[in-house]
């Protein structure tokens, strides 16, 4: 009798001939990017529009370039699913814990010269984490490879929850504490006229103007960003625990898991571009000679606040914390 023989399993021809199935954040990244050195420019378009010159300058042309991005994996894999599972997970905690909180009316309870604190230092942070956002998502627009592109959307979803929460809480401080704690001109008010805030406020317009994806990478993720979060995360966590403010304290310590996974992703980028093309070093580097002076100037602008606190910080020790993270997240340039 003729045997039937079952047709041999095809791998996945968008993988090359890896003789298995691809897995889940394989299959829902690799190659997506299709636009990325298209011939002769990126979008069914002409060349010389203006959007593909700006993809063919800032993408194609940046000195933050290697032979092949799909290469580089996110160190936790994560697809959009998996995402909001464990995002899930994290608001589901924070949930209850502010659910504790409002039932012990933790918020009334606060010393009013803490609460002063907060309004010159918590309530305008709201304009900062918003450009972080901003940026995560143009690096995310401008990614050549969408295994960076995903990455750079979670982070900047992170962003959103961050500033979520801190709009509630404010709204929480306000009906405890008075109304204008909510008010646009209180947070708006420092952001724009305190000279505490101008050197950030510099900073992050600059960022802003930054077009070229891997400079935009590097000034958000490796100085920046690395900064900002040992501010806000840490020692305004370590803050609010000196002053009575439990519910803020652990609040903020929740963030650090968003930003420890932004250093993960943002280190092994790193390591993957110095080890295919180790003049990428020197690349970095000079963006962060630019950089991080002005991360520097933007936290030692905000550390007094910290100092003026009922039961301070000092300073001094908040701009160490900041220069810190920046430091250890550009080290993974120069291994």
Same mark, same amino acid.
């Given at each position: 009798?003729?045997?039937?023989?079952?047709?041999?399993?095809?791998?996945?021809?968008?993988?090359?001939?890896? &003789?298995?199935?691809?897995?889940?954040?394989?299959?829902?990244? +690799?190659?997506?990017?299709?636009?990325? &050195?298209?011939?002769?420019?990126?979008?069914?378009?002409?060349?010389?529009?203006?959007?593909?010159?700006?993809?063919? $300058?800032?993408?194609?042309?940046?000195?933050?370039?290697? $032979? %092949?991005? $799909?290469?580089?994996?996110?160190?936790?894999?994560?697809?959009? +699913?998996?995402?909001?599972?464990?995002?899930?997970?994290? $608001?589901?905690?924070?949930?209850?814990?502010?659910?504790?909180?409002?039932?012990?009316?933790?918020?009334?309870?606060?010393?009013?010269?803490?609460?002063?604190?907060?309004? %010159?230092?918590?309530?305008?942070?709201?304009?900062?984490?918003?450009?972080?956002?901003?940026?995560?998502?143009?690096?995310?627009?401008?990614?050549? =490879?969408?295994?960076?592109?995903?990455?750079?959307?979670?982070?900047?979803?992170?962003?959103?929850?961050?500033?979520?929460?801190?709009?509630?809480?404010?709204?929480?401080?306000?009906?405890?504490?008075?109304?204008?704690?909510?008010?646009?001109?209180?947070?708006?008010?420092?952001?724009?006229?305190?000279?505490?805030?101008?050197?950030?406020?510099?900073?992050?317009? #600059?960022?802003?103007?930054?077009?070229?994806?891997?400079?935009?990478?590097?000034?958000?993720?490796?100085?920046? &960003?690395?900064?900002?979060?040992?501010?806000?995360?840490?020692?305004?966590?370590?803050?609010?625990? #000196?002053?009575?403010?439990?519910?803020?304290?652990?609040?903020?310590?929740?963030?650090?898991? %968003?930003?420890?996974?932004?250093? %993960?992703? =943002?280190?092994?980028?790193?390591?993957?571009?110095?080890?295919?093309?180790?003049?990428?070093?020197?690349?970095?580097?000079?963006?962060?000679?630019?950089?991080?002076?002005?991360?520097?100037?933007?936290?030692?602008?905000?550390?007094?606040?910290?100092?003026?606190?009922?039961?301070?910080?000092?300073?001094?020790?908040?701009?160490?914390?900041?220069?810190?993270?920046?430091?250890?997240?550009?080290?993974?340039?120069?291994?």
């Amino acid at each position: 009798m003729a045997t039937t023989q079952r047709p041999r399993p095809k791998t996945w021809s968008l993988l090359g001939d890896v &003789k298995r199935r691809p897995s889940s954040y394989e299959a829902t990244a +690799a190659k997506f990017n299709y636009h990325y &050195k298209r011939e002769p420019a990126p979008f069914e378009m002409d060349p010389q529009a203006p959007f593909n010159r700006l993809y063919l $300058e800032h993408r194609e042309g940046s000195p933050f370039t290697v $032979e %092949d991005w $799909e290469g580089f994996k996110d160190p936790a894999k994560l697809t959009y +699913a998996d995402y909001v599972m464990l995002q899930h997970d994290r $608001e589901t905690y924070v949930d209850l814990l502010t659910d504790h909180h409002e039932a012990a009316e933790s918020v009334a309870a606060l010393d009013p010269a803490w609460v002063a604190t907060l309004r %010159d230092l918590f309530v305008p942070l709201r304009f900062p984490l918003h450009v972080l956002q901003m940026t995560g998502l143009y690096v995310g627009q401008m990614a050549p =490879t969408a295994f960076i592109i995903n990455c750079a959307n979670f982070q900047a979803a992170d962003e959103l929850r961050r500033i979520q929460r801190i709009a509630y809480h404010t709204k929480s401080l306000a009906v405890g504490h008075g109304d204008d704690l909510a008010e646009t001109s209180t947070a708006r008010g420092p952001w724009e006229q305190s000279a505490a805030w101008q050197p950030l406020r510099e900073t992050l317009e #600059r960022l802003l103007t930054v077009r070229d994806w891997g400079e935009a990478f590097v000034a958000l993720n490796v100085a920046v &960003k690395p900064a900002l979060d040992a501010v806000v995360d840490q020692q305004l966590s370590e803050l609010a625990s #000196r002053n009575g403010d439990e519910y803020l304290s652990l609040l903020m310590a929740e963030f650090q898991l %968003d930003a420890q996974r932004s250093r %993960d992703w =943002t280190t092994a980028l790193l390591g993957y571009a110095v080890e295919q093309d180790p003049a990428m070093a020197d690349v970095v580097a000079g963006w962060l000679a630019t950089w991080q002076p002005r991360a520097h100037a933007a936290v030692a602008g905000l550390a007094p606040l910290f100092g003026a606190a009922p039961n301070p910080l000092d300073p001094a020790l908040v701009v160490a914390a900041a220069d810190d993270a920046v430091l250890g997240v550009a080290a993974a340039a120069t291994r």
